[in-house]
């Protein structure tokens, strides 16, 4: 199985690095010819570069769920304050708790997922019609429970339209994310034929084609650190020798 490809860089920082090796190879492509690598290589990279930049970013699908989420919540209030107002009149006609608690377990509105909300709702439709003779003498009335009806499946589409987009955000990321792989992929083989090719060459020019410059020059400093070292101890092994 091939192993995934992984990247440590921003949406900015892939498409400038795309951006630098097309430059860089583009200069030394007479040089990387004797690796194979012809035009054709620095149009692919292009394209794939092109495809990553226009397509949308992770912001667009995060606000389109923001956008649907606050809707949805405010569908739930909607139908909140309707299933508020039947439990005002409800507890005319069944004026104590355990008799309330009888037909709504629970009342608590705020704070539980929408589904139990859906749940309590509909309850109330069945309840509507246990007691309806006694409910309509108390400010209630058959338009109150259509209402009721029309605002469960407002409320239910709206909390489908959510769980759509929250999909559409995770397949488009994953979307992304897999162009960004191709991408990095492109940028990663033509890099490498930059530094083979540059490598005791050209130190400057070597650099310009790593893909984690500071990672490189923190390596190379520990070496040297390293190399000063030993250099010390054998030093000061010579000199307890005299």
Do not use: C
């Amino acid at each position: 199985m091939k192993k995934a490809v992984t990247y440590n860089y921003s949406t900015t920082e892939i498409i400038a690095r795309g951006e630098k090796v097309s430059q860089l190879v583009k200069e030394d492509l007479e040089q990387f010819q004797r690796y194979g690598v012809t035009q054709k290589d620095i149009d692919v990279l292009e394209k794939k570069l092109e495809e990553y930049r226009k397509y949308p970013e992770d912001q667009f699908f995060a606000d389109k769920v923001k956008a649907q989420t606050l809707e949805k919540n405010n569908q739930e209030q909607v139908l909140i304050d309707q299933i508020r107002n039947f439990f005002l009149q409800f507890s005319i006609i069944v004026p104590t708790k355990k008799e309330t608690k009888k037909y709504f377990p629970s009342q608590k509105l705020t704070g539980i997922k929408t589904l139990e909300l859906i749940e309590i709702a509909e309850k109330v439709i069945v309840v509507f019609k246990k007691f309806k003779d006694r409910l309509l003498r108390y400010d209630l009335t058959e338009g109150d429970i259509r209402n009721i009806r029309a605002q469960i499946t407002l409320t239910k589409k709206t909390l489908k339209t959510l769980e759509t987009v929250r999909r559409e955000r995770t397949r488009n990321t994953q979307k992304r994310r897999d162009l960004g792989t191709v991408l990095y992929e492109k940028i990663a083989v033509l890099s490498h034929y930059g530094k083979t090719f540059w490598k005791d060459r050209d130190d400057d020019r070597y650099e310009a084609y790593l893909l984690y410059k500071d990672n490189y020059l923190e390596q190379k400093q520990r070496i040297k650190e390293r190399e000063e070292m030993l250099r010390a101890k054998e030093l000061a092994k010579q000199q307890a020798s005299l």
